[in-house]
């Protein structure tokens, strides 16, 4: 009863065209009843490695992957499934609604083949955001840029290149997961809030067994170990080897070549979309600085080496040179030799050949960085109505995950709420919120006015405070976005008291 309710202010089918549910604003009423930006789930075949892959594509009807708004606009989007799949979509960085948040029967039901369904909510304040499936299909690339461009940045004299990055594999999800979990592939049914079934895949899979926590550079200095860090010689980097890394959809074989002008300032709006993959962005020669972070402002940082875990999005501005060139913006995988990126070039400049492996080892991803971070509008100060302390584990034997304390997690509107988190495993994991935006507010019991942002990494051993104010009612997911611990088990839910 209590999801058929919310299926209730869901648009099915051709009577989406109409819908205008009663808890929308009036502008987002009226908005409901113009036309709306249309949006396909589709698939398509890309050349990865010389070959064939069919993977997914979220796409506007004249191609463009993704969606672009204005700060202050209304979502409004016809959400088509042209593919023979169920499948949903999330609003990765949004605050939508919950019946429109895109997790499969959280409350809504998956978008069945050839369904359309209508979204119709406020978009929010900006920022560099994404969009992809709650379901395995996500590894096979079902996710698109969502940006959402503020009135400063659409007015400004810079050029916006957009990197959305993927690991790949030619295997299926099921297939990873099966082997991760050491099984056969078979009878993979919901895990996590998550439909597991049927999707085309892709790679190879191994443990990489990191050795060395040597501090990666972040923003241009050398990071530092992270206290009770030290000596983690066990630590687990990378569960799969994938196939491919990609950066729009290409390898640095053949990579995406942007021309930009002498002299000229690019707004550069990674997204990490990867599955199971960390990066370190490396801009190269040219002196870049971080602006945001999750859609969300910061202090400038300047430096040329910035983290991003698996669902993080980073703003980086670069002024380059008066005389021009060619400059490569690299993403190192963390922990390994192999690479993707882009190419910004003015006209005329000679691009030389860039190989896919490297010969310097990615940085280990840890929080010096983080630690550094200051939001521009960070929250207003006061002591939450209720903390949660929460301890993250896992089994890489067996392949479970867990986050031992959020059994219950109860907010009330209104309310300041406080996480604190810690992870006990031996891998990294970078915890999403849904529905909100939180700020990071200690570091192993070091208390800061970090970053506001909707996912944090936790690496092996370090304990992180985040607080956000609990008013978007409804039943939301706070997991790991490593899509294969979500699946096994790390993900846990939000639950409005008056929901």
Same mark, same amino acid.
């Given at each position: ?70 700060? #202050? ?274 006209? #005329? ?151």
């Amino acid at each position: 009863m209590y999801r058929r309710q919310f299926l209730k202010t869901l648009a099915l089918g051709t009577a989406a065209a109409g819908f205008a549910p009663s808890f929308l604003s009036p502008s987002a009423r009226a908005a409901a009843e113009t036309p709306a930006k249309r949006l396909a789930v589709t698939s398509r075949v890309l050349d990865v490695n010389g070959k064939p892959a069919k993977v997914f594509g979220l796409v506007q009807p004249d191609g463009t992957p993704g969606l672009t708004f204005d700060a #202050g606009a209304d979502f409004d989007v016809l959400l088509a499934n042209e593919t023979a799949e169920p499948t949903l979509i999330h609003w990765h960085g949004l605050t939508p609604p919950w019946a429109m948040d895109g997790v499969p029967d959280n409350p809504a039901a998956l978008l069945a083949p050839q369904e359309t369904r209508r979204y119709t909510f406020p978009v929010g304040a900006g920022g560099t955001h994404w969009m992809h499936a709650h379901t395995l299909q996500e590894q096979n690339l079902l996710a698109a840029p969502l940006i959402v461009r503020r009135p400063e940045e659409a007015g400004s004299d810079e050029q916006e290149v957009v990197i959305l990055l993927h690991d790949f594999s030619f295997k299926s999800p099921e297939e990873l997961l099966a082997e991760l979990k050491g099984g056969d592939g078979h009878g993979a049914a919901q895990m996590g809030g998550m439909s597991m079934g049927g999707m085309s895949g892709m790679g190879h899979m191994g443990h990489d067994m990191g050795g060395s926590m040597g501090g990666g550079s972040m923003g241009g200095q050398q990071g530092m170990a992270m206290p009770g860090m030290g000596g983690m010689a066990g630590m687990d980097l990378n569960d799969i080897e994938y196939d491919a890394y990609l950066a729009n959809d290409r390898t640095l074989d053949d990579p995406q070549v942007v021309q930009v002008e002498k002299g000229g300032r690019v707004r550069l709006r990674i997204i990490n979309g990867a599955t199971a993959t960390a990066f370190t962005i490396d801009t190269g020669e040219v002196l870049g600085r971080l602006v945001a972070v999750d859609g969300q402002p910061v202090q400038p940082i300047a430096g040329t080496r910035f983290p991003a875990s698996m669902g993080q999005r980073l703003d980086i501005m670069v002024e380059l040179p008066k005389e021009g060139g060619a400059f490569p913006v690299l993403a190192l995988r963390e922990g390994s030799t192999k690479r993707t990126g882009i190419v910004l070039a003015s006209a #005329g400049a000679s691009i030389g050949k860039l190989a896919g492996d490297g010969e310097e080892t990615g940085p280990v991803l840890d929080l010096a960085l983080e630690q550094r971070l200051r939001a521009v509008t960070p929250l207003d100060r006061r002591p939450p109505a209720r903390s949660y302390r929460m301890v993250l584990g896992g089994d890489m034997a067996s392949y479970t995950w867990s986050i031992a304390g959020a059994e219950a997690l109860a907010v009330g509107t209104g309310e300041r709420i406080r996480f604190v988190v810690q992870n006990m495993s031996m891998m990294a994991h970078p915890m999403h919120l849904h529905g909100h935006h939180f700020q990071v507010t200690a570091v192993n019991g070091v208390e800061i006015a970090g970053a506001v942002r909707d996912t944090v990494l936790l690496p092996p051993m370090v304990e992180v405070a985040l607080e956000f104010d609990a008013n978007n009612a409804g039943r939301w997911p706070f997991h790991c976005h490593h899509l294969y611990h979500m699946a096994s088990g790390m993900m846990a839910f939000v639950a409005y008291d008056n929901a």
